[in-house]
């Protein structure tokens, strides 16, 4: 399964999590479909879940997280987005009770584990639940950036 879970930070500071009715906190996002990019997802996920609108160029994808729960195999992006258009709404009311925006040490302990996994892949000093994930920080990529090659004519100089 391959999903996005989508960090929505307000001008605050704050986080943006959702009550699901099991009683777990979870971030927005959802499901790459067929054709879509993890930033075309996270942009459809969010105004899909909330009526929040972002353009799927703001969203910036800082680590792919995996876990295993239950026995399925999941791959989550991390999308990063500030600045998003609107106000929470409950759209899938069989899925979240309510949205609710909370400081970063405030975040509550009972989390959906994707978004557990996706916050500590964001923000390894929260205090989060412990859960089995594995991270993988992908924002090394743009800093390394001027010193990959873009294309087969312009290679770095060999290491001496």
Not at 34 to 55: D, M, Y
Not at 114 to 130: C, E, F, H, I, M
Not at 134 to 151: F, H, K, M, Q, T
Request: with cysteine.
């Amino acid at each position: 399964m391959t999903g996005i879970g989508m960090i929505v930070v307000d001008p605050g500071g704050r986080i943006l999590l959702g009550l699901g009715h099991d009683g777990r906190w979870e971030l927005p996002g959802g499901k790459v479909d067929p054709g879509e990019n993890f930033e075309q997802a996270g942009a459809r996920e969010l105004a899909e879940e909330t009526a929040l609108q972002v353009r799927a160029e703001d969203v910036s994808v800082v680590a792919m997280v995996l876990d295993s729960e239950r026995g399925i195999p999941r791959i989550s992006a991390a999308g990063l987005v500030q600045g998003v258009r609107g106000a929470p709404q409950v759209t899938e009311p069989d899925k979240i009770a309510r949205w609710q925006w909370y400081a970063p040490e405030d975040i509550p302990g009972e989390l959906f584990v994707p978004s557990a996994g996706v916050l500590r892949a964001w923000r390894p000093d929260l205090t989060l639940p412990k859960v089995h994930t594995y991270s993988y920080p992908i924002s090394v990529i743009g800093a390394e950036a001027g010193r990959l090659p873009c294309d087969g004519r312009n290679r770095p100089e060999p290491r001496k």
